[in-house]
Each structure stands twice: as structure tokens, then as C-alpha cells.
């Protein structure tokens, strides 16, 4: 005959609350206690009896160890859920069910096999929540008879449990509560996937916005109440504005000021280059170049720093004395200055226009030419041509920073850089390196003084190269490059290159 183990609750009094806050009674056992007993309305016995163990339940507390018999637990009034936890030892089985009152067995079975690790929680539920669980049986698996388990921590209620509700919410501060103690709670921000979340929970790192959760309990033996989450509304506020920062109190703030350091309140910008005229320190770059004499130079990105000749030659007129001294300034913006400056790009890009044939300036005969440089410190050079309608180059000629030149002191490596510097031009120019001098009238190139000559790479377009001691010039086309072999800097005796001065 097989065993089996049943396990019966009766509701022997009153046990009401509203449905939306009851709670689950919970037997817990007690060291000591007999196999029979009364507690909380329900009846729980076993066929020959046994005495609860004080230690070493599931949470560590007290357990009731069934040896023998038939253990049973049975309902007089229906419940929609019992929960439990057991232990089973190896070569066991037992398979738990329930029954509706007066009717066949509906709840969803659950098997668990010995040995356990440890303490195994048992779940039986009506699927709608309905109070239909009269007994809660246990039968021994297919080739196992079950004489002993251990139970703990019978839980049972007439409502489905756990139910979740919100208890409060701060800005995006969200705090949970549930029917039964020790739940562990799952979320989901605005529809998204479901993932563990500690009570309270903060959710930050959201857009600015509204924003909707939804959460569910999950009490100790893994019932979830995901079927009916609770759901919270809440609004997460914009961070608050960057304070003002307006340095030189002209009631302009920095970030739109175009003369942060320096009162202005009219924001007067003569020549449209961004930058207000109390804080030009050249002339307007508002005017066409005039040939042989001066350039207009623009800050394309970065920082560019210009040197102005210590004598503005041409009737150059408009300096300040300060910045005719020979020292590097700021450019900011857009600025005409003479030719024979010296530009200093190795933090940024600057863009030149230049003429490009001898009429004045205001001949609407006059045409421009322009480039793009960076990554070098250079000096701009033109020269009028006798033909006022003949083209007229733009030399810039490659300087050293300073220093650099050592580079080259005893056996450098080869293809040590000294100095570079990097091109896109529209227009008639021509870069002066230490070796090789690169025209170019529409091209994209680099080129590069080494200690070991000079290279020139071309990315678009030609770039034709004079050589000392080669008649016909040298053609270099896209895609290729050309090193002009030589003895540079302080590989050659006794000679030095221009050197730029900080």
C-alpha cells in the first residue's frame, strides 16, 4: 500500500480583512511543538504525532519534522493559495496537489524530488485567485514511498498573494509595500522589461519628463504578483540652468558675449568676425587683401597665434605700438595684417586670403586667392607683378619652432621631423620648404623639412617642386609623394634655417 503524505488546513475561525490589504496567515512553527495542533484557525496533525525542532527551518527558526503516517492538513472554509517550504531526503519523491471543495482536483500539481538542497518552496494557487483549495495532499512519486519530509512555514490566504501597492511617491523616488513580509519587488520604467528593484527605488538617469512604473511583489516561496502590478505615475524634473557667468558685468553673459573680458554692452562687431571690436587687437578683417601688402587671416579652429614685422611697411597704419615688437598675439577671429607676419598654427587652422593678380583692392578687376593651413608656424610673403593682370603667388615660407633643430644633432633617425605643415589651397601658392619649393594653384598637400630633406605628399590635385640643380621641375600627383634628399638643419655645418621666436 502506498504511503501518503496529506497535508489538510481548516479554518476553525474568523479570519476577514479587505481584500486589497489581507495578508496571508503564516504558521510558524515552534521547538517543542506537537504533531497536532490548533493555531490561527486552522488544524494541522500527523498519524503518529511529532514534536517541532527548534532550529534549522528554512529562515534558520523552528520546523516540523513527519516521520510517519499520514501528516495531513485539511480546509473547512476554501483558500485561493498555500504555500510552503520542505526538505526531502535522498531517494524520496512527493508529489503536492490540491482539491477544490465537492469537486475534482483543478490546482496545478508540483513534484519535488529528494534529496533537497536545502528547503524547497511549494506553491498551490487557483489560477483566477478564486478561494477554491479545500486539502493539500502529497503522494509519493513513481517508485519512491515517502515515510518522512520536513515542512516549514505553512501560508495560506483566501486572495491571491502577495498584492502590491505604492506607498509613496517624491519626484522620481518610488516607495513600494506589499501583503506579505520579506518581498522582493520587480520593475519596469515606461513599458520597458521587468528587472529587480530595491524599496525604495530611485530611478535616475531618465529624461526630463513624465515617466510610468509598473511593479510586482514576489514573496519568500517565488508567488509573484505579476498579473496586477502596481502602477505609479511620476515626473522627473529638467536640471536646473548653468548659473550665468558674465565676467565683465556688461549684462552680457560669457557664453554669447563677443568680449568676455572686456565691457561692452553694445556688442559692436565692425567686421562680422565674431569678436567685439574693443577686443580686436588688429585691423578689421572686413577688407579685400591688397597686393604686395597685407593678407586677411581667419581662426578656422583651435588657437593661432600672429607675429606682426616690428616695421609695417606700405603704409600699413592702424597697429598699436605694443604689437609691432616682434612678440606672438592672440588672433581671434578675422584680422588683416601685413605680409611678412608670421602665423603660428600648431594649435589650430587658419584660413588666408590674398590677392591674386596686381590691381587694387577696389578694382573690380582685383581677384583672391585663398588657403587653409595648420600644424606649423609659417611667414607669409607676395610680391607685386609688373603685369597688373599677371597672377601673383603666395609664398609661405616653413619656419622652425624653437629648438627643433637639434633634433638633428648627431645620427638622427631617419625621417626625424624638424618642421611641416599642411595645405589646401584654391589659388596660386607656393610652399618654401628647406629643400624643394611646392607650387600649387588648386591642390591638397603637406609638406615636411626632415633632417634627411624634404617631403611632399600630395593628397588632391599636383604639386610642382623646384629642386637646386634640377632644371625641369618635379611633378607630384595625387596619391603620390617625393622626398627631396638633404642635409638639414644641424646636420648642415655652419648654417641655420629661420627659426620662429616665442
Not at 517624491?170 to 501583503?179: M, N, P, R, Y
Not at 522627473?236 to 565683465?248: F, N, S
Not at 593678380?357 to 578687376?365: I, Y
Not at 606649423?376 to 624653437?402: C, G, H, M, S, Y
Request: with cysteine; net charge positive; glycine share 10%.
Amino acid at each position: 500500500m502506498s504511503r501518503v503524505v496529506v497535508l489538510v488546513v481548516a479554518l476553525l475561525g474568523v479570519f476577514a480583512a479587505p481584500a486589497a490589504a489581507q495578508s496571508p496567515y503564516v504558521i510558524k512553527f515552534k521547538g517543542g511543538q506537537s504533531g497536532f495542533f490548533e493555531e490561527g484557525g486552522a488544524s494541522v496533525s500527523s498519524e503518529c504525532g511529532g514534536t517541532g525542532v527548534a532550529a534549522g527551518g528554512w529562515d534558520g527558526g523552528a520546523f516540523m519534522p513527519v516521520k510517519c503516517g499520514y501528516p495531513y492538513i485539511q480546509f473547512q472554509a476554501p483558500q485561493a493559495i498555500v504555500e510552503f517550504f520542505v526538505r526531502l531526503p535522498a531517494g524520496n519523491a512527493v508529489t503536492f496537489g490540491a482539491c477544490p471543495m465537492e469537486s475534482a482536483c483543478a490546482i496545478p500539481e508540483q513534484t519535488i524530488k529528494g534529496p533537497t538542497t536545502g528547503w524547497v518552496p511549494v506553491v498551490l494557487a487557483d489560477f483566477d485567485g478564486k478561494p477554491t483549495i479545500s486539502t493539500v495532499y502529497g503522494n509519493p512519486a513513481t517508485g519512491s514511498e515517502v515515510y518522512e519530509l520536513d515542512i516549514d512555514d505553512i501560508a495560506f490566504s483566501t486572495v491571491r498573494q502577495p498584492d502590491t501597492s505604492i506607498a509613496s511617491v517624491s519626484g522620481s523616488t518610488v516607495t513600494f509595500a506589499s501583503t506579505v513580509e520579506n518581498a522582493s519587488y520587480m520593475c519596469a520604467i515606461d513599458k520597458g522589461e521587468f528587472a529587480p528593484c530595491k524599496n525604495p527605488s530611485s530611478f535616475a538617469g531618465l529624461a526630463p519628463g513624465a515617466h510610468s512604473l509598473a511593479v510586482f511583489a514576489v514573496d519568500v516561496y517565488g508567488a509573484a504578483d505579476n498579473r496586477s502590478p502596481a502602477r505609479a505615475d511620476f515626473v522627473v524634473d529638467a536640471p536646473p540652468p548653468p548659473p550665468v557667468i558674465d565676467r565683465d558685468g556688461d549684462g552680457v553673459p560669457d557664453a554669447t558675449d563677443n568680449c568676455p573680458d572686456v565691457a561692452n554692452s553694445d556688442q559692436a562687431d565692425g567686421d562680422a568676425d565674431g569678436v567685439g571690436n574693443v577686443c580686436d587687437v588688429l585691423p578689421p578683417g572686413n577688407v579685400p587683401p591688397k597686393p604686395g601688402e597685407t593678407s586677411v587671416v581667419q581662426v578656422v579652429a583651435g588657437e593661432v597665434f600672429v607675429k606682426l614685422p616690428t616695421r609695417t611697411a606700405l603704409g600699413f597704419s592702424g597697429l598699436r605700438a605694443p604689437f609691432q615688437t616682434g612678440t606672438f598675439i592672440p588672433l581671434k577671429g578675422s584680422a588683416e595684417i601685413p605680409l611678412g607676419s608670421e602665423v603660428d598654427t600648431r594649435k589650430g587652422t587658419v584660413k588666408i586670403e590674398s590677392a591674386a593678380n596686381s590691381f587694387a583692392a577696389n578694382d573690380r578687376r582685383a581677384k583672391q586667392q585663398s588657403a587653409q593651413m595648420k600644424a606649423a608656424i609659417f611667414r607669409i610673403k607676395q610680391q607685386r607683378a609688373k603685369a597688373k593682370a599677371a597672377a601673383i603667388a603666395t609664398d609661405v615660407a616653413l619656419l622652425t619652432p624653437p629648438g627643433a633643430e637639434s633634433r638633428c644633432v648627431g645620427n638622427p633617425a631617419k625621417g626625424t621631423v624638424v618642421r611641416s605643415i599642411s595645405m589646401v589651397v584654391k589659388g596660386y601658392y607656393r610652399a618654401l620648404g628647406a629643400a624643394s619649393v611646392g607650387t600649387a594653384r588648386s591642390a591638397t598637400f603637406n609638406t615636411t623639412d626632415r633632417c634627411d630633406g624634404t617631403l611632399t605628399e600630395v593628397g588632391r590635385g599636383t604639386v610642382s617642386l623646384a629642386v637646386k640643380g634640377r632644371k625641369q621641375p618635379v611633378k607630384v600627383k595625387a596619391g603620390r609623394a617625393y622626398l627631396v634628399k638633404a642635409k638639414l638643419f644641424a646636420a648642415r655645418k655652419g648654417k641655420r634655417s629661420p627659426t620662429a621666436v616665442r
